[in-house]
């Protein structure tokens, strides 16, 4: 049993803890992004070691491949996402338009609405001024970012750090696996090696499988986007892809964003059709083979559970809560999933 100086002691490094996560949560940010390329990558050296490979050519290999895959989303995905970002910007005063001279007046005489309600000259004009003066606004971006060294320089810093971190996490994952199991009470071991596998196993089907959910989703979405004629398929398909972390959220935003760009790129309401159809097939793969061949039924986060712990992450720790929350997530769901068990076969409980 823990006495109360032990248990004053554990919650005063708990708070020191997160004290401290608190204060370095911006210079954390390269530490926590190789530690998640370094668990989701762990699995890939374990199997290339029963090949009889050394664990560092094991590293090297998976180590190569990430960045390997990296580089290519950057080298070709950014500059296509950046022209879809630019045709958006171009094309939007002239959807506007269409908005405001064929659109509007139809829903205010089909609902009896004031026309006047509905008008979108001043954002029409907001958005073509700075568009027209993106290149000046790009100058100044440029100006300050040079007049701020040090912000470059760490920027910098810490996009070399990753990827140093990563390898070496990746290499001694194994051991520091070991010695943090060699600190465990003996007495408490059993129970906590137990929740250390159940908290595994709902990270390991969240961040691997939803990962890839995620990824696959938003390649079907943006090449049915793309089959279909959609200028912007490529954007709305990975953002679709992206949110789809919730049930059915990547759905309802794809097919209001894509059904709205569809919309105001045919003039055809009868185009939405095929934007609807796309996202069904995707919806359809989604809950009959992609979740269960990727992810299976390990997670146990419920959808609202997932948006409060990024919410929350975000809110409290920046961008390394956000990193945390859901390892955090599904960590705090395996105790209370314990705790429970424990009060069902408490006293507390069972009274008679």
Do not use: C
Request: charged content about 10%; hydrophobic content about 60%; glycine content about 6%.
């Amino acid at each position: 049993m823990i006495n109360d100086s032990q248990k004053w002691m554990l919650l005063i490094a708990t708070l020191l803890v997160s004290v401290l996560l608190y204060l370095l949560s911006p210079v954390l940010t390269p530490f926590f992004i190789a530690a998640l390329l370094a668990y989701l990558g762990d699995p890939l050296v374990d199997r290339l070691e029963t090949y009889k490979l050394g664990r560092t050519l094991a590293v090297s290999i998976v180590f190569s491949i990430i960045f390997l895959l990296l580089t290519l989303v950057l080298v070709f995905l950014m500059p296509m996402l950046e022209s879809q970002i630019s045709y958006l910007l171009k094309s939007l005063p002239a959807h506007l338009n269409w908005i405001q001279r064929e659109l509007m007046p139809a829903l205010a005489a089909r609902f009896d609405l004031d026309p006047q309600a509905f008008n979108l000259d001043a954002l029409r004009q907001l958005i073509s001024q700075q568009w027209s003066s993106s290149g000046s606004n790009m100058l100044n971006i440029f100006k300050s970012i040079s007049d701020s060294g040090l912000v470059i320089m760490v920027w910098l810093a810490n996009l070399v750090l990753i990827p140093v971190v990563t390898f070496y996490l990746l290499r001694d994952w194994d051991i520091l696996l070991a010695r943090v199991h060699e600190l465990l009470p003996r007495a408490k071991e059993p129970v906590i090696k137990k929740l250390v596998v159940e908290s595994d196993n709902v990270l390991a089907a969240f961040l691997r499988g939803q990962f890839m959910v995620m990824i696959v989703l938003g390649i079907i979405y943006a090449l049915g986007l793309k089959i279909i004629g959609l200028e912007l398929a490529l954007l709305i398909g990975m953002l679709a892809g992206l949110v789809s972390f919730v049930p059915y959220l990547g759905f309802i935003v794809g097919i209001v964003t894509a059904g709205v760009a569809m919309l105001l790129q045919t003039q055809d309401i009868l185009q939405i059709w095929p934007v609807v159809i796309v996202f069904g097939i995707g919806q359809a793969l989604e809950g009959m083979l992609l979740t269960p061949l990727l992810v299976g039924d390990k997670i146990g986060l419920h959808p609202v559970a997932v948006i409060f712990s990024v919410l929350a992450g975000g809110q409290l720790f920046g961008f390394v809560g956000i990193l945390l929350a859901l390892p955090v997530a599904a960590i705090i769901a395996v105790l209370l999933r314990h705790m429970h068990q424990q009060y069902l076969t408490s006293s507390l409980y069972d009274t008679e």
